[in-house]
């Protein structure tokens, strides 16, 4: 381990704000990637399935 | 039948957008697994045991995202080009989704290059940004990304749209070896490539170890969120295949 305490994990030697701002973007980049497809799936099937049932009742 | 022997099967059954739905189904818990595994312990790995740079100190770490989300802003534009000329010349329906699917996944990777980028230069050049060469040709992928989902979403009809994205996208490929070289041919600010194909990489086994597993990891989330995307695409463009219908009601009989 390249660290000996936790706030001297959390600071990154005075270069914590850069190291922590890259990764929460990071993440955030991560995450948004995942939620937007899925998000956009569930939608999809929503709407193409109602579509689907109210064709059958009309013919 | 017997000269198209030498092309396997599966090239074929790429083309059915049928197979590619239920295929990435199957891979994506695979593949989901390994990103989170790959990008989880590759975090820890490069946040708690990777030692500092002696000159960079600990803003060096950025590099573990910075590299990652690079290459594959790279990877997934050529991906979207190659995709988007097997579109053109076959006229194969599913690479013109695989092309358009790339296209928002590319564009957030190079903000997250960009920004980390950005972030890494303020500590280390004592700068935001610099118009220089590589980081200028990176900003042109972006736009480029941008361009691609601007002329796809202003094009009404399907197959317009892909053929003229892919005409753009083949055209900003030119801007792939200028990324590439850029920290060649000029000179930058920018350090040069980590990992050569030829050469051993210049920093020590456990800094660029991690980086690997980063590499790794992110190829491995590219794939997920493109098969996510894909599927999707698969599901919109072929509502009116009997296929997707039977889906469709399947799910919502249960």
Redesign the interface.
């Known amino acids: 381990?390249?660290?000996n305490s936790i706030s001297e994990?959390l600071t990154?030697?005075?270069?914590?704000l850069?190291?922590w701002?890259?990764?929460g973007?990071?993440l955030v980049?991560?995450l948004?990637?995942?939620i937007?497809?899925?998000q956009?799936?569930k939608r999809?099937?929503v709407q193409?399935?109602r579509r689907?049932?109210r064709e059958k009742q009309g013919s | 039948m017997s000269d198209k022997k030498w092309m396997p099967r599966w090239f074929y059954q790429l083309a059915s957008p049928r197979w590619c739905y239920q295929i990435c189904g199957k891979l994506l818990p695979w593949f989901t697994a390994l990103a989170l595994g790959l990008l989880i312990g590759g975090t820890i790995w490069a946040l708690v045991f990777a030692p500092a740079d002696y000159q960079q100190g600990n803003s060096f770490r950025i590099i573990y995202l910075h590299v990652p989300s690079a290459i594959l802003a790279q990877s997934c534009y050529m991906l979207m080009a190659i995709a988007g000329a097997i579109g053109l010349i076959w006229k194969m329906k599913v690479a013109d989704m695989v092309a358009k699917s790339c296209a928002p996944i590319g564009a957030s990777l190079a903000v997250l290059a960009l920004l980390t980028g950005a972030i890494w230069g303020k500590p280390t050049w004592g700068s935001w940004w610099v118009w220089d060469a590589r980081l200028t040709s990176m900003l042109i992928l972006f736009f480029l990304y941008l361009g691609v989902m601007a002329l796809n979403s202003a094009i009404e009809s399907e197959s317009t749209a892909a053929q003229a994205t892919a005409v753009l996208a083949l055209v900003g490929l030119v801007n792939i070896p200028i990324i590439k070289y850029s920290v060649e041919w000029w000179n930058t600010l920018h350090q040069p490539a980590t990992f050569k194909l030829t050469e051993k990489p210049a920093m020590p086994v456990e800094m660029w170890l991690p980086l690997l597993v980063m590499v790794i990891g992110f190829y491995a989330f590219f794939a997920v969120t493109l098969m996510m995307r894909l599927r999707n695409e698969i599901l919109r463009r072929e509502r009116r295949a009997g296929w997707v219908k039977e889906l469709l009601l399947s799910k919502s009989a249960v």
Not at chain 1, 12 to 16: D, L, S, Y
């Open positions: 381990m390249s660290f994990f990154m030697g005075g270069h914590g850069y190291v701002l890259s990764y973007l990071g980049v991560i948004a990637n995942l937007v497809p899925l956009a799936g999809l099937r193409l399935t689907l049932l």
